[in-house]
């Protein structure tokens, strides 16, 4: 099987310095710096280039470059396309290397800053990078502010005679709405709106991106995407992992904070958003962040029944025997915090007035996946002799974003025989039947965007704010309420009963996990 249409070929990214933060975590090593070099191996990223890492720990610029190849062979090491291994691009790899420096220092002190903004200067002469930096904050949360501030201060943010300076920042954007307004406040007090790339790595996975074209590029679906033919909609983002080592982030975060705000809205403002006027930026981000204003205030009432809660017990996933959230090291005994929750959204606009939108995430269940799936109403009448409108399968249409990418059609046929029988069947579209894509990160096209000032995959301000504040009461009835329930379930289950209850109260139920 073939694509049978064209894909358009993209152009290296404009010259510039790359700044990590954090130069000597586990996000750089595991994400940024394979994306770098994948980037660099498909001509994407200009010749006139440099990193500069930034750490606590003291070393020479050829350790920590000898440090990053090491970790970015061992990342690439068995990667194949169709089957054939990749080989290593010594020469893509070969001029990064060269090209990497270190900076050593708390990244507290304002000193670092100077040092920096010498740095890049000579590195501008030598380079030829015009002036032009990302300065990439793959550090804790907490130093998202700080840094902005010091690089402020030290003028490293201000745009001269068309060059660029431009900051990533990863998640988490805030740890609720107070915090993610006045970390906006803070940021914008030194970067333009324009300068700002707040990462939601979900967006960088080829399937999310592909919601917008399957909806906007084909006539079939738009038509039907609406309440007159979507009975309901659900988002699930399973996972089997547990809290492994991360229990002192976790215990903080929860489940709600972790995947909804951010994630999991990503492909809820995707699915419902209406259609922008163009891809510019603004416009897709505009409407995707009036999905996310348009969701029904959950009062605390609306907590109480739409939203559950859950933490996993002792259990088995995938064959093996977890311990339970409460056993495992770092937690307190009797920790409250969620690792699992669903929860029902209602839409209030024209197009989805009275389609629920039904929403679960969770760690330790029984399978890892990443579905929406759009539920369409059932006909009107059962045509067919001895046929219930009730056996008739509803037809979904499901995106599955992780793992087997793809998207599958589920409708009704006629089974084989002399008597008129229905049967469920699926139509399967994969995405590794068609095209062959290159191992990738996640990360390139992120860093590729922000390199050439597309902002589209990368949250605005106030699609952030926009984001926490539908999950706020939530956050609020949970620790001002005591008696909030928190629902158990079983390590590699499908989560707890009172989900169920959540969509059974409407007659309809999840789609199974198994
Ligand atoms: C991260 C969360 O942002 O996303 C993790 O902090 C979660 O808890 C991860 O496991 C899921 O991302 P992916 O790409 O593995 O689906």
């Known amino acids: 099987m073939a694509e049978t249409g064209s894909t358009s070929r993209r152009e290296a990214a404009p010259p510039c310095t790359l700044v990590i933060f954090g130069a000597t975590g586990d996000l750089t090593k595991r994400l940024v710096m394979p994306a770098v070099y994948n980037l660099m191996r498909s001509g994407l990223i200009s010749r006139n280039f440099a990193i500069v890492g930034l750490g606590r720990s003291e070393q020479t610029d050829k350790d920590f470059a000898a440090y990053l190849a090491k970790e970015v062979r061992g990342f690439m090491q068995g990667h194949e396309m169709g089957g054939v291994p990749i080989p290593f691009d010594e020469e893509a790899w070969g001029f990064i290397e060269s090209h990497i420096s270190y900076l050593a220092g708390d990244l507290n002190d304002a000193g670092v800053y100077k040092r920096l903004s010498e740095h890049l200067k000579k590195l501008d002469a030598e380079n030829g990078t015009k002036g032009n930096v990302v300065f990439y904050l793959a550090v804790a949360a907490s130093m998202f502010g700080p840094i902005v501030d010091r690089l402020g201060e030290a003028g490293l943010a201000q745009q001269d005679g068309g060059s660029f300076r431009r900051v990533i920042i990863e998640k988490p954007f805030g740890t609720d709405l107070d915090s993610a307004r006045a970390l906006n406040a803070r940021v914008r007090k030194v970067l333009d709106e324009d300068q700002i790339y707040r990462i939601d790595h979900f967006l960088g996975k080829e399937t999310v991106q592909n919601i917008m074209v399957l909806r906007f590029a084909n006539g079939i679906f738009e038509p039907l995407w609406n309440r007159d033919h979507i009975d309901h909609v659900q988002i699930t983002v399973a996972e089997t992992v547990g809290v492994e080592r991360r229990a002192s982030f976790y215990e903080q975060t929860g489940a709600l904070r972790d995947m909804v705000p951010n994630h999991v809205f ?249």
């Open 266 to 514: 990503q492909l809820l403002s995707l699915i419902a958003m209406e259609p922008p006027n163009s891809f510019a930026a603004d416009a897709v981000r505009t409407e995707k962040t009036k999905v996310l204003e348009a969701v029904a205030p959950l009062d605390q009432e609306r907590v109480r029944r739409n939203v559950v809660r859950g933490q996993y017990s002792a259990g088995t996933v995938r064959g093996n025997a977890v311990e339970g959230y409460r056993e495992s090291q770092g937690v307190a005994k009797e920790s409250a915090t969620e690792t699992y929750v669903a929860m029902r959204l209602d839409i209030e606009n024209w197009r989805w007035a009275g389609v629920p939108f039904y929403l679960r995430t969770g760690k330790s269940m029984t399978r890892r996946t990443t579905e929406i799936s759009i539920q369409f109403k059932t006909v009107p009448f059962a045509l067919f002799r001895d046929t219930s409108v009730d056996t008739l399968t509803r037809n979904v249409l499901s995106f599955q974003l992780q793992p087997d990418e793809g998207v599958s059609l589920q409708f009704d046929a006629k089974r084989p025989g002399p008597e008129i029988e229905v049967g469920g069947v699926k139509m399967d579209f994969k995405y590794k039947d068609y095209f062959q894509a290159a191992p990738a990160t996640g990360y390139e096209t992120l860093i590729y965007d922000c390199m050439i000032g597309d902002a589209m995959l990368f949250q605005r301000a106030d699609s952030v704010e926009a984001g926490w504040a539908v999950v706020q009461p939530a956050l609020d009835y949970w620790r001002n309420d005591h008696s909030a329930p928190l629902e158990f379930y079983p390590a590699g289950s499908a989560g707890p009963d009172a989900a169920d209850q959540l969509l059974w109260r409407s007659g309809r139920q999840w789609r199974p996990l198994e």
